[in-house]
């Protein structure tokens, strides 16, 4: 099976640096991705890890280490805007089926 | 715009009763996925379905269905509503080297 861990909540002041941290268990997938999703809408693609490494989109960067089961999404220069749901994705190999985290809940305060 | 569309956006209906929502993939894309995702959850993936054929299965009730059709339209059948059966329901489409594109959702409300 898999199973993607992340933070629940995460609080952070406008115009600082946070970080999401998700760690899975799963085998065979294709690569890490992060959806953003406002109260009541629907889940958008932020950022995708095919490799090892950090893509960097923008304000946000998304980081990927296989050997350690890890990555991260990195939001800079917070704005209130971004206060919504972060999930963690990854695609399995062979079905190709979706599987997210839970969810983190970003608060972003003045 | 993610070019998925789902209808309806709103649906309230009594227990007991059965519901069909519906989703339209963007174009070019084989793969549909249905999530369910209720109050303050994450999304908890239903059903998926690849060029017609059900690809893969997660945690769906037996009381609910889907299929996908040769226009690669895709639809969810939820029969014997209960009220924990309300919740936004989501539709996903994709190709297998791209990333999902969601649509807007159908709110379901059963009372």
């Known amino acids: 099976g898999q199973s993607l861990e992340q933070p629940s909540e995460v609080t952070a002041v406008e115009g600082a640096i946070v970080q999401i941290n998700c760690t899975y268990q799963?085998?065979?997938?294709?690569?890490l991705s992060w959806y953003q999703q406002h109260d009541g809408g629907a889940p958008t693609f932020l950022s995708y890890n095919g490799l090892d490494g950090l893509e960097e989109t923008g304000r946000f960067s998304s980081f990927l280490s296989r050997s350690d089961s890890y990555g991260y999404l990195l939001l800079q220069e917070l704005q209130m805007k971004d206060s919504a749901s972060y999930f963690c994705?990854?695609?399995?190999?062979?079905?190709?089926?979706?599987?997210f985290g839970k969810g983190t809940k970003l608060s972003v305060i003045p | 715009d993610s070019g998925v569309t789902q209808t309806p956006k709103h649906l309230i209906t009594a227990t007991g009763q059965r519901v069909t929502l519906r989703c339209s993939p963007r174009?070019?894309?084989?793969?549909v996925y249905w999530y369910q995702q209720s109050l303050d959850q994450g999304l908890q993936f239903l059903i998926q379905y690849y060029n017609g054929e059900e690809r893969a299965k997660g945690n769906i009730l037996e009381r609910f269905s889907a299929q996908q059709f040769p226009d690669l339209h895709s639809e969810l059948n939820l029969s014997s509503l209960e009220l924990g059966d309300s919740a936004l329901y989501f539709c996903?489409?994709?190709?297998?080297?791209?990333?999902?594109?969601f649509g807007q959702g159908t709110r379901l409300t059963v009372v």
């Open positions: 799963t085998s065979g997938f294709y690569g």
């Open positions: 996903a489409s994709d190709t297998p080297n791209t990333e999902a594109f």
């Open positions: 994705a990854v695609k399995r190999a062979g079905s190709y089926q979706l599987t």
């Open positions: 174009s070019g894309d084989l793969s």
